[in-house]
């Protein structure tokens, strides 16, 4: 099916044949910066961005759209390399994503879509309020709660800020919305996991180097505090830093200033510091663990997220399972065709505990995804402990019953059915069954799993 008018913004002849197919009339925009005007002179049905335009100049025209009142959808073309900006373009409001453009049919989905008037915005699964640039799901009194604690310290002076929750609740996704309400998306938004990190490594990538500081510094390297410029930096679980990395964070804090690693000159720090963290602070300065002033500067107006088993936020997990559903593109293929979930699965989802929390539920609803075959998940492909199968469990027609199950010829139903669905892509098998690609091969050779004759052996 095709839509009457397209707006196709870039340069790229493939994104000009990936689009030409579905547009009855194809008009071009060189730059981002003109499509206001283009709009305002043409009157599309659709814009499409391809995927040599820049992340920023797309969230800045699809900003620009908005606050003048334009509601065309728009669709952005990324590259697999490029996947990580999925999550900023939906936030700020694209209808949705094509990555590569070779990508055709995911495209005539999205535009069948379209063209039958399913273009309704999310705003159901957003509180009233919620500004546009912000994609933080849900309408409970811990979210409302939540929103109004990052407005009012976006808007404040606060700094640093300190986001606090457990794992999965969001707190990256909090400190994006506190950098987007105070410095738009212009500025840029720098993250680092102190977790991943050796404290050296760590201290070099915070505060950057210069030449012969330690043996492998052939060359001055710029820090990610000095990098973010006026941004904000997100240190992320920053309860895991070394207590010698504490100490001199917490003078960067104090003096606004600090030196490169064997450097001597004072680099003035202007970014806003976001420290987050998913254990109890308090608790970990009276173990000995965190240092008491560092904490004492870090919690001024602490941001605190609800975990999704709080009675305050429950309210939210079939609203947010309803999103995850909705935006999935973790099997383009069956983009749309999933509507929902059966009664018996919703009441499912409200009694698991969610130690994971949103980031376990996106998992699971995913993980559905791929394994439903009707057109509503039901509990047989909800599997919430996809680690172990402690009750009898459906795939797709295989049936372990109680006479016959064996955790190892679940696991085994299991792995090939993720490997037929991912087309036998490892990488993308092991993503959708939560586990490592080495992992995905040693299962593969362990229960001797053979992709039919048929089909072109994919190493990736």
């Not at 919703?346 to 609803?365: D, K, S």
């Not at 559905?368 to 919430?384: C, K, Q, V, Y």
């Given at each position: 099916m095709a839509v009457d008018k397209i707006l196709l913004v870039g340069k790229h002849f493939e994104a000009q044949q990936l689009v030409r197919p579905f547009a009855e009339h194809l008009y071009a925009a060189d730059d981002a910066g003109d499509v206001l005007q283009q709009v305002g002179i043409l009157e599309p049905d659709l814009i499409v961005f391809d995927a040599a335009v820049p992340n920023e100049a797309v969230i800045q025209s699809i900003q620009s759209l908005r606050q003048a009142a334009a509601q065309t959808p728009v669709i952005v073309v990324r590259t697999e390399a490029h996947k990580h900006d999925e999550q900023s373009l939906r936030q700020i409001g694209a209808l949705d994503i094509v990555f590569g453009y070779e990508d055709v049919g995911r495209l005539g989905v999205i535009i069948d879509r379209l063209a039958a008037g399913e273009t309704e915005t999310d705003d159901r699964y957003f509180v009233e309020d919620c500004p546009p640039s912000v994609s933080i799901v849900g309408k409970s009194q811990a979210i409302q709660r939540t929103l109004r604690m990052i407005r009012l310290v976006a808007q404040s002076a606060c700094n640093p800020i300190l986001i606090v929750g457990e794992t999965g609740t969001g707190k990256e996704l909090a400190a994006q919305a506190v950098h987007l309400m105070r410095h738009g998306s212009d500025s840029k938004f720098v993250a680092v996991n102190c977790a991943a990190l050796t404290a050296n490594l760590l201290e070099s990538e915070l505060f950057g180097h210069v030449k012969g500081a330690f043996t492998s510094a052939d060359k001055d390297k710029i820090g990610l505090l000095e990098l973010a410029g006026s941004g904000t930096i997100f240190l992320d679980e920053i309860s895991e830093m070394q207590p010698d990395l504490q100490a001199k964070l917490l003078r960067v804090l104090q003096e606004k200033t600090f030196r490169k690693v064997g450097g001597t000159e004072q680099i003035e720090c202007k970014a806003t510091i976001i420290a987050s963290s998913n254990r109890n602070l308090l608790k970990e300065v009276e173990a000995g663990k965190f240092r008491q002033d560092l904490y004492y500067r870090l919690s001024i107006c602490p941001i605190c997220l609800s975990p999704l088993r709080c009675q305050t936020r429950k309210e939210d997990i079939l609203l947010l399972a309803?999103?995850?559903?909705?935006?999935?593109?973790?099997?383009?293929?069956?983009?749309?065709?999933?509507?929902?979930?059966?009664?018996?699965?919703?009441?499912?989802?409200?009694?698991?505990?969610?130690?994971?929390?949103?980031?376990?539920?996106?998992?699971?609803?995913?993980?559905?995804?791929?394994?439903?075959?009707?057109?509503?998940?039901?509990?047989?492909?909800?599997?919430?402990?996809?680690?172990?199968?402690?009750?009898?469990?459906?795939?797709?027609g295989f049936t372990v019953g109680l006479k016959d199950f064996s955790l190892e010829k679940a696991e085994k139903e299991l792995v090939k059915k993720a490997l037929e669905e991912a087309g036998w892509q490892k990488t993308r098998a092991a993503s959708l069954l939560g586990i490592t690609r080495a992992t995905l091969y040693a299962k593969v050779k362990q229960y001797n799993i053979q992709e039919p004759a048929d089909g072109a052996l994919q190493p990736v």
């Open positions: 309803e999103f995850f559903i909705r935006n999935s593109t973790i099997c383009p293929e069956k983009t749309g065709r999933i509507k929902g979930l059966t009664k018996l699965a919703a009441e499912t989802l409200l009694r698991h505990n969610w130690p994971g929390n949103v980031r376990e539920l996106r998992n699971v609803i995913e993980r559905a995804i791929l394994l439903e075959a009707s057109d509503r998940i039901g509990t047989s492909t909800l599997i919430l402990h996809p680690e172990h199968f402690d009750a009898p469990q459906v795939v797709e």
